[in-house]
């Protein structure tokens, strides 16, 4: 491989090897190669592979071990692994969704990531409601789809069973209603509520604040969110400006998206617009 000219020291060699360890282990090399700071670092963008993002032998511990102040940043483009999709791993559910094309769990894709910290709440707490009355909100959904089969003239039954089930779920249960809510609704909405938690952890909400700072949303933005904002903001990355004193951290950092946001208000009443630049 030609060694780059912004990288003129590299050593590229063939890995036999690739594992979420060894992909973490060639990140940092590069990285340290480029002269990088690796506690500069704030964020690790990755899809949801395992390889990636396994507690044990992912790629984004294995760059945490080394980029303390990182926090893992899921790749929200990648539609098909969204939460929805999630719920194919109940096998009831993956054998109908087979035709979804694409499922996302926040349906607008043009999004503020600033905002997305009141969505994923309110959707976490709905899923939560539903979970906690999911004999009420099934009994709605099975009747619904009950109606649907009875125009077509189709029973609804449960699947052949058998004492000792290997593939296939065998819960204790005396009606299809209550078969089909232990088998495909309780498990459908504790898979989403988990991949949506996973997701978008307390840690990457938090870095989401630093959106506000793009001089197109620092115009915009109201002063209670920036207050709350700039709060989260020298939480995470204070220290990564010499700030470590903590009373005084805020404070010297909210003076400075002041005057930050003042520049920008200037450039807005001398008719310009502001970019995300």
Known sequence: METPDWMPNAVFYKETTVNGKVIGQLV???????????LDCVGIGTDGCAMMVSNNCGTVVEIQKKAKNASRCPCFNHALNLSLSRSSAVSSIRNAI??????????????????????VSDLLDVLAKRRETCDKEFALVFEQGKELSDKIQ????VPRITQRQVYRNNPPHTTPEEYYRLVVFIPMLDSVISDLKSRF?????????LTVLLPSNIVNCTDDLLQSSVKDISSMYGQLL???????????????????????LRVKREGETPSTR
């Not at 694409?102 to 969505?119: C, F, N, R, V």
């Not at 189709?154 to 039954?157: F, K, P, Q, S």
């Open 28 to 38: 940092l090399s590069l990285l340290e190669e480029m002269g990088l700071n690796l």
């Open 98 to 119: 087979g035709i979804i094309r694409e499922a996302s769990a926040i349906p607008e894709k043009t999004l503020d990531l600033g905002a997305a910290d009141g969505h």
């Open 154 to 157: 189709l029973a609804v039954e």
């Open 201 to 209: 952890s307390r840690d990457t909400l938090n870095s989401f604040r």
């Open 242 to 264: 010499g700030l470590t004193v903590p009373s005084t951290r805020k404070t010297l950092i909210l003076a400075e998206v002041h005057v930050w946001r003042s520049r920008w």
